[in-house]
Nanobody, 125 residues
Framework: QVQLVESGGGLVQPGGSLRLSCTAS????????LYWFRQAPGKERERVSC????????SYTDSVKGRFTFSRGNAKNTAYLQMNSLKSEDTAVYYC??????????????????WGQGTQVTVSS
C-alpha cells in the first residue's frame, strides 16, 4: 500500500522543539521529492519545506528558515522535520506529501498526489 505516515506532533511551549517523522511505504522513498505542508485553523494549507535527493535541494518557506530542518534519516524510508524555536504561529496540523517529482517545485496543495494523515503541533504556554 502506498502511503505516508506522520508522527511526533504534540504540545510544546514557545521556544521549544519538536521532531516530526514521515515514514513512507509502498514506493521508492529515496527517488521522489518530499514536502511538508501545514494548515492552521481558519487558514489555507501552506507549503513549509521540501527535500530532493535528486539534486540535493532543501528549501523552506521564509517564516521557518533558520528554525526548521528537513532531512532524510538513516532509518529506511523515514524523513524528519526538526523544528526549533517554535512560535505560537507554528501551531497547525503538519502533513507530509509527495507529488512524484524528482526536484523541489513551488507545489500548491491542490496539486499534491499523496498526503499523510497529518500530525497536530500546538505551541502554547
Amino acid at each position: 500500500q502506498v502511503q505516508l505516515v506522520e508522527s511526533g506532533g504534540g504540545l510544546v511551549q514557545p521556544g521549544g522543539s519538536l521532531r516530526l517523522s514521515c515514514t513512507a511505504s509502498g514506493f521508492n522513498f529515496d527517488y521522489y521529492t518530499l514536502y511538508w505542508f501545514r494548515q492552521a485553523p481558519g487558514k489555507e494549507r501552506e507549503r513549509v519545506s521540501c527535500i530532493s535527493n535528486y539534486d540535493g535541494i532543501t528549501s523552506y518557506t521564509d517564516s521557518v528558515k533558520g528554525r526548521f530542518t528537513f532531512s532524510r534519516g538513516n532509518a529506511k524510508n523515514t524523513a524528519y522535520l526538526q523544528m526549533n524555536s517554535l512560535k505560537s504561529e507554528d501551531t497547525a496540523v503538519y502533513y507530509c506529501a509527495t507529488n512524484w517529482d524528482r526536484t523541489c517545485l513551488p507545489l500548491e496543495s491542490s496539486a499534491v498526489s499523496l498526503w499523510g494523515q497529518g500530525t497536530q503541533v500546538t505551541v502554547s504556554s
